[in-house]
């Protein structure tokens, strides 16, 4: 907090500034939470852009301000360059996406030459859920200062811990993770007395509190990393045999679902994946476009999950075209 608090005025005007340019809607709460500075301090900041001449609009509907002017910039000596926190947040992402990737394109970006490869890449998805940015910093401020959270959280799935229904309880927060486009939070739930993950979009309300957190696993970056199988999900160790057929399993050779799977053409046009999962369901919404070219092998829990799927499936459709 001592170097929030030593920031100088310029650098966060510049901040504020650089913000409202972005779209980020900042405030006076945006401006104590980032440096750590009274709300007194924080008027005086803003009231500081307004004597500059800043063409600043309150937005009511973000509760923040917004630049009427995007090219505005201060008379006078300029102000320093700084990137606002969500544009901090994107560029990691968007590294630890080509990293997730290619592994060698990720170590090829922290070198030298990384520079000219950002300039030449673009990373795009539409895959993946939406988090709203104020909920990802919290997060990210709950982590750093290792302080706990009160959240309530609305699962997604009926086999959820809580389940489906929004429940409240208190976490240690420890680890933000990105799978298959899909944000998680991990935490020690001192509800459940246990690791838990939590997807972001299933969080209702977050509150940080002043509690300090129960540490985090030393292993426990490497343990998440290595959990990168279909569904994923805590403890999961299963894996999952599948044939595939035709253009799909052509199609398919060229997708990695985890960096240990293993492929193997068993007959001329007959492609068998051996992958790691956690979640049947995952798996199986996975696996559903291939249709007749696909073929689970095992386990029995899976062979079972995928064939009464692709059943209601074919009930479904038979009954809407009655």
Same mark, same amino acid.
């Given at each position: 907090? $001592?170097?929030?608090? @030593?920031?100088? !005025?310029? &650098?966060? =005007?510049?901040?504020?500034?650089? #913000?409202?340019? *972005?779209? +980020? ?70 590294? $630890?996406?080509?990293? @997730?990737?290619? !592994?060698? &394109?990720? =170590?090829?970006?922290?070198?030298? #030459?990384?520079? *000219?490869? +950002? ?204």
């Amino acid at each position: 907090m $001592a170097s929030r608090r @030593a920031a100088k !005025p310029t &650098l966060r =005007i510049a901040a504020f500034l650089a #913000a409202a340019r *972005a779209g +980020e809607a900042p405030n006076r709460p945006w401006l104590q939470a980032r440096f750590g500075i009274s709300r007194t301090q924080a008027a005086r900041d803003v009231q500081a852009l307004r004597d500059l001449g800043a063409p600043l609009g309150f937005d009511e509907l973000l509760n923040g301000y917004a630049l009427r002017d995007l090219d505005w910039q201060p008379p006078g000596s300029p102000l320093p360059a700084v990137s606002t926190p969500i544009q901090e947040i994107a560029g990691v992402a968007a590294r $630890a996406l080509v990293e @997730a990737w290619n !592994p060698q &394109l990720g =170590i090829l970006l922290r070198g030298e #030459a990384g520079a *000219a490869v +950002e300039q030449a890449l673009v990373v795009t998805t539409s895959h993946g859920a939406h988090v709203e940015p104020a909920l990802l910093l919290l997060l990210a401020d709950a982590i750093a200062r290792a302080r706990r959270l009160r959240i309530v959280y609305d699962p997604a799935w009926s086999v959820g811990d809580a389940g489906g229904e929004a429940k409240a309880r208190e976490v240690s927060p420890w680890l933000i993770q990105i799978a298959d486009g899909h944000p998680y939070l991990h935490a020690h739930c001192h509800l459940r007395k246990d690791h838990r993950a939590f997807h972001l979009s299933g969080l209702r309300e977050a509150v940080a509190l002043e509690a300090i957190a129960k540490p985090r696993p030393v292993d426990l970056r490497q343990r998440v990393a290595g959990r990168l199988g279909v569904g994923g999900d805590i403890g999961a160790d299963k894996v999952a045999t599948v044939h595939l057929r035709g253009a799909w399993a052509r199609w398919v050779l060229r997708e990695r679902w985890h960096p240990q799977q293993s492929d193997r053409w068993v007959a001329a046009d007959v492609l068998e994946r051996r992958v790691r999962f956690g979640l049947e369901a995952a798996l199986v919404r996975r696996l559903l476009p291939g249709g007749a070219d696909v073929e689970v092998i095992s386990p029995p829990s899976l062979v079972k999950a995928f064939r009464g799927a692709v059943t209601a499936l074919a009930q479904a459709m038979t009954e809407r075209a009655e």
